[in-house]
């Protein structure tokens, strides 16, 4: 018999199984080695996925969910995280043991989905506070201007202009007027002649219309017009109204179309398309599992 043939059939007598799993003991220090990788199939499913549209993750969790597997919602933190494989509960009052009403299993096959914010939310998001010179809040309105409602855009286009052209000005005061605008006083000095005073309007507010979460619907986000004058200087800046509800309500819909699925119209004169949730047994919670 030749050495092979010995080494072979020695390894197969020592070759065990337990759950299903072979495995030897390796007679130095007493060590199990387990072979996972000749089985056919693994013996539990393990896999952490991440999926970038709700769609695409409605349509995982339905091919692999069961009746006990879970969805938790984390509403600030845009995060949706589904544990396909959670574990089982029973609700037969036949059944008289916890232990044998809750059955443990691994939680190890799980489906991510990091709720993106736009560019263009995450862009007036971020200048929410932050003070602009006259020239610097002037390119600011002109770049995000596709995403305003309101002041129309001709209104808008009018308060860019005067703030890129009325640089060399020192402005006095600012009035509120009876509809709630800003009348902003100033003095022009052109090729060192007298003052020549002129006033700038600016809105109490104005609103974005942008959406707040990729594939999501589009929102009315208000913001307040600030300012200030200092030593003739001014400053500009609004600060948006409960930003905070905006990604909040943003989520609640897109958690409610994972839960409910939702209507999606091609046009005006083409059938709507009917876009599924999951499935009705799999259950949703906000929360996280640690």
């Known amino acids: 018999m030749s050495d092979y043939k010995q080494a072979h059939d020695i390894g197969m007598q020592s070759l065990q199984r337990a759950n299903g799993m072979p495995f030897v003991v390796v007679p130095e220090g007493g060590q199990v080695k387990a072979f996972p990788e000749v089985l056919e199939r693994p013996l539990r499913l393990v896999q952490n996925v991440n999926l970038h549209t709700a769609k695409d993750f409605i349509a995982y969790v339905n091919r692999f969910a069961d009746q006990n597997s879970f969805i938790f919602v984390?509403?600030?933190?845009?995060?949706i995280q589904a544990i396909l494989d959670y574990h089982e509960a029973y609700q037969d009052d036949a059944v008289t043991s916890d232990q044998a009403k809750n059955q443990p299993r691994h939680c190890k096959h799980i489906a991510n989905f990091n709720v993106e914010q736009t560019p263009e939310f995450i862009k007036?998001?971020?200048?929410?506070?932050?003070?602009?010179?006259?020239?610097?809040?002037?390119?600011?309105?002109?770049?995000?201007?596709?995403?305003?409602?309101?002041?129309?855009?001709?209104?808008?286009y009018e308060i860019v202009q005067t703030l890129s052209a009325k640089t060399g000005v020192d402005f006095k005061s600012g009035i509120r007027t009876d509809n709630g605008q800003v009348s902003l006083t100033y003095n022009e000095t052109i090729e060192?002649?007298?003052?020549?005073?002129?006033?700038?309007?600016?809105?109490?507010?104005?609103?974005?219309?942008?959406?707040?979460h990729r594939g999501?619907?589009?929102?009315?986000?208000?913001?307040?017009?600030?300012?200030?004058?200092?030593?003739?200087?001014?400053?500009?800046?609004?600060?948006?109204?409960?930003?905070?509800?905006?990604?909040?309500?943003?989520?609640?819909?897109?958690?409610?179309?994972?839960?409910?699925?939702?209507?999606?119209?091609?046009?005006?004169?083409?059938?709507?398309?009917?876009?599924?949730?999951?499935?009705s047994f799999v259950t949703v919670l906000e929360g996280c599992a640690i």
């Open 216 to 279: 999501g619907e589009h929102y009315a986000i208000p913001a307040r017009f600030r300012y200030r004058i200092n030593h003739g200087n001014l400053t500009l800046w609004y600060d948006i109204d409960q930003l905070e509800k905006a990604i909040e309500k943003s989520m609640e819909d897109t958690v409610d179309y994972i839960k409910n699925g939702k209507a999606n119209p091609f046009a005006d004169d083409e059938p709507v398309e009917i876009l599924p949730g999951v499935h």
């Open 124 to 156: 007036i998001r971020e200048a929410s506070g932050r003070k602009f010179t006259q020239t610097e809040f002037a390119l600011f309105l002109e770049d995000v201007m596709p995403y305003i409602s309101e002041p129309v855009a001709a209104e808008l």
């Open 74 to 79: 984390n509403i600030l933190g845009g995060k």
């Open 192 to 212: 060192a002649r007298a003052g020549v005073a002129g006033n700038l309007t600016i809105p109490e507010r104005i609103v974005f219309g942008v959406k707040a």
